[in-house]
C-alpha cells in the first residue's frame, strides 16, 4: 500500500489527490526496502507534517534501471507529442495552483504569496519547454572547401540525474524535468530532504497528466553522497543538473568527473544591488524589496549587498526601512503574512553569525536584528548599515531577510566592489541614465543582470552564472540545449 500525506484542502475543497510519499521507481510508487522514513518539519511550527520513504543505494540504481528502459521510447516520441504532454502538465499544476502553494508553505515556510507565485513560476517552464520541444532544430551547411555538407543534429543526451535545492521546491525541479523532456531525455530527481512532499506531488501530476512510467523518476534520501555517487557512475546516466551549494556543487563535479558526464551547475550567489543618485528613489526601493524580501530572502538571486551613491544613501535606507518594518512576519500558510519562515535552525544561526560580525565590525542594526523567542524559524526583516569592509556578510551568501547596505562615491568604485566576490549569479542596477546602466551591467561580472527592475528570473531567459556560481543555463532555448548532444554528419552528395 502507498504511503500517502493528506495535504490541506485549498478553496473550500479536498486537494485532487493524497500525495504519494514513497520513491516514484518505473511505473508506480514503492516503499524503501530499509523501511526507512525522512521526517518533514514545518518551519513554522517545528512540527512534523509527514514522513517520506528515505532511498539507498539499491533504490537510487532501480531508478536508473527504470529510466533506461524507458529512454528508447521516450526519445523516439514525435516531438509534437512530447509538447502535448508538457502542455498537459502546465494546465495540470496550474488548475492545482493554491492547494500547490499550500504544500510548499507549509513544508517550507515561505508566505502563501511567494508560494503562488512559484506554482505559476514552476508551470510557465512546461508551458515554454512544450514550445521547445517542436524547435529543436539541426543545421547544414556546405564545408568551406566544398568537399561536402556539414549536418548537425541535435539528440537527447541520455539520462539526467536532477538534483534540487528546498528554497524553490516545484520551480527547481520543473526547471530542470521540463527541458529534460522536451529534448527526450528519461530523468531521475532527487528533491532536498527538506521539501521532498512539493516535488512528490508534482511527479503525481505528471503521471496523471500522461507522462509515461520511468520518464521521471522520484527519489528522496537522507544520505544523498552514495545514493549520487552510485547514479553518477552508472554508465548509462550520461547528465548531471545541480542547483544547491557551491560546496556541493565542487564534490558533485568531482564525481562526475570519474564518467565524463555534462554537467549544468547553478551554485551559490552573492547579488550586488547598485543604487546610483540618478535613480528613481521610489522605484529602487520597490526593486529592493523584490529583491531582497521574495522568499523571505531565501533565494540564490536575493540581493546581498546594496551599495547606494552618497547623495541618495540616506532617503533609500530611511524608506527601505519604513517598508521592511510594516512586513508581518508569521507563518506561511496564513494569508496575512508577507515574509515567512526560514527553513530551518542552521539558518537562523548563520543570519545570527553574519549580523553580530557585521556588527562587530562598526556595522549598525537599523532594524531588527534578532530572531524572536518562540516555537518557528523566524527571523524579522532586517536593515544593517554602514556595513564595514571586510565584514563576512558582504562574502557569505546570507539567505535571509537582511539587507546589508554600504556607501560608495563613484561608478568605478561601485563595479569594483560589485565584482569583488568569487561568486557571479546575479546583479540589480539602478539609474535613469540606461547608457550609463547598460555601460555598467556590462562590466559586471555575472551571468544575469535586473536594470532598473528587482526581478531577473524568467523561463524564456538564460538563468546562469559565471566564477563559482555555476557552469551552463537554465530556461530559454539554451535550457534545452543543456540535455541535446550535437552530431555533426558528413555528407556527400
Known amino acids: 500500500m502507498t504511503n500517502t500525506?493528506?495535504?490541506?484542502?485549498?478553496?473550500?475543497?479536498?486537494?485532487?489527490?493524497?500525495?504519494?510519499?514513497?520513491?516514484l521507481i518505473g511505473d508506480g510508487w514503492r516503499p524503501a526496502a530499509s523501511g526507512n522514513r525522512i521526517d518533514v518539519l514545518d518551519p513554522s511550527t517545528e512540527q512534523v507534517l509527514s514522513s517520506v520513504a528515505d532511498a539507498g543505494v539499491a533504490e537510487g540504481l532501480a531508478a536508473v534501471d527504470a529510466a533506461a528502459t524507458a529512454a528508447s521510447a521516450w526519445a523516439a516520441t514525435p516531438p509534437r507529442k512530447r509538447a502535448e504532454i508538457l502542455q498537459s502538465c502546465f494546465h495540470a499544476i496550474m488548475?492545482?495552483?493554491?492547494?500547490?502553494?499550500?504544500?510548499?508553505?507549509?513544508?517550507?515556510?515561505?508566505?502563501?504569496?511567494?508560494?503562488?507565485?512559484?506554482v505559476a513560476y514552476a508551470a510557465e517552464f512546461f508551458r515554454w519547454y512544450a514550445e521547445e520541444a517542436v524547435r529543436i532544430n539541426g543545421e547544414?551547411?556546405?564545408?568551406?572547401?566544398?568537399?561536402?555538407?556539414?549536418?548537425?543534429?541535435?539528440?537527447?543526451?541520455?539520462?539526467?540525474?536532477?538534483?534540487?535545492?528546498?528554497?524553490?521546491?516545484?520551480?527547481?525541479?520543473?526547471?530542470?524535468?521540463?527541458?529534460?523532456?522536451?529534448?527526450?531525455?528519461?530523468?531521475?530527481?532527487?528533491?532536498?530532504?527538506?521539501?521532498?512532499?512539493?516535488?512528490?506531488?508534482?511527479?503525481?501530476?505528471?503521471?496523471?497528466a500522461g507522462v509515461p512510467a520511468g520518464v521521471v523518476n522520484v527519489i528522496n534520501t537522507s544520505d544523498p553522497g552514495p545514493v549520487c555517487s552510485a547514479i553518477l557512475h552508472d554508465p548509462r546516466v550520461r547528465k548531471l543538473s545541480?542547483?544547491?551549494?557551491?560546496?556541493?556543487?565542487?564534490?558533485?563535479?568531482?564525481e562526475a568527473a570519474d564518467s565524463v558526464i555534462s554537467s549544468s551547475m547553478e551554485l551559490g550567489?552573492?547579488?550586488?544591488?547598485?543604487?546610483f543618485d540618478d535613480a528613481d528613489l521610489d522605484s529602487a526601493i520597490e526593486g529592493a524589496m523584490i529583491a531582497k524580501m521574495r522568499n523571505g530572502g531565501e533565494a540564490c538571486t536575493a540581493a546581498n549587498r546594496f551599495y547606494v551613491q552618497r547623495g541618495i544613501h540616506d532617503s533609500f535606507v530611511s524608506g527601505l526601512i519604513a517598508r521592511m518594518r510594516a512586513m508581518k512576519l508569521g507563518?506561511?500558510?496564513?494569508?496575512?503574512?508577507?515574509?515567512?519562515?526560514?527553513?530551518?535552525?542552521?539558518?537562523?544561526d548563520k543570519i545570527e553569525r553574519l549580523v553580530a560580525d557585521a556588527v562587530a565590525k562598526g556595522a549598525e542594526v537599523r532594524l531588527g536584528g534578532k530572531a524572536p523567542e518562540g516555537a518557528g524559524f523566524f527571523y524579522p526583516p532586517s536593515v544593517i548599515a554602514n556595513v564595514q569592509p571586510g565584514s563576512d556578510i558582504l562574502t557569505d551568501e546570507i539567505f535571509g531577510p537582511v539587507a546589508a547596505i554600504i556607501p560608495f562615491d563613484d561608478p568605478e568604485q561601485a563595479i569594483a566592489l560589485a565584482n569583488a566576490t568569487e561568486y557571479g549569479l546575479a546583479a540589480y542596477v539602478y539609474s535613469e541614465d540606461l547608457k550609463k546602466a547598460l555601460r555598467i551591467a556590462e562590466r559586471i561580472?555575472?551571468?544575469?543582470?535586473?536594470?532598473?527592475?528587482?526581478?531577473?528570473?524568467?523561463?524564456?531567459?538564460?538563468?546562469?552564472?559565471?566564477k563559482q556560481s555555476g557552469l551552463g543555463r537554465e530556461g530559454s532555448h539554451h535550457g534545452l540545449l543543456e540535455y541535446c548532444e550535437a552530431k555533426y554528419i558528413a555528407v556527400s552528395w
Open 331 to 348: 507563518a506561511g500558510i496564513e494569508n496575512t503574512t508577507q515574509c515567512g519562515a526560514m527553513i530551518n535552525r542552521q539558518a537562523i
Open 242 to 254: 545541480f542547483t544547491g551549494s557551491t560546496e556541493v556543487g565542487r564534490i558533485l563535479l568531482r
Open 140 to 208: 547544414l551547411a556546405l564545408s568551406p572547401s566544398g568537399a561536402n555538407r556539414i549536418m548537425v543534429q541535435y539528440q537527447p543526451i541520455g539520462i539526467a540525474l536532477l538534483i534540487t535545492p528546498w528554497n524553490f521546491p516545484a520551480a527547481m525541479a520543473t526547471r530542470k524535468i521540463a527541458p529534460a523532456l522536451a529534448a527526450g531525455c528519461t530523468c531521475i530527481l532527487k528533491p532536498a530532504e527538506e521539501t521532498p512532499l512539493t516535488a512528490l506531488a508534482v511527479a503525481e501530476i505528471m503521471r496523471r
Open 95 to 118: 488548475a492545482e495552483q493554491e492547494w500547490l502553494a499550500q504544500i510548499i508553505s507549509l513544508e517550507n515556510g515561505k508566505a502563501l504569496s511567494d508560494a503562488r507565485g512559484e
Open 5 to 23: 500525506y493528506a495535504a490541506p484542502s485549498a478553496n473550500g475543497r479536498e486537494g485532487p489527490f493524497a500525495i504519494p510519499t514513497d520513491l
Open 445 to 466: 561580472e555575472c551571468g544575469m543582470v535586473a536594470v532598473n527592475r528587482g526581478l531577473v528570473s524568467d523561463a524564456a531567459a538564460p538563468f546562469g552564472g559565471v
Open 269 to 275: 550567489g552573492n547579488a550586488p544591488f547598485l543604487i
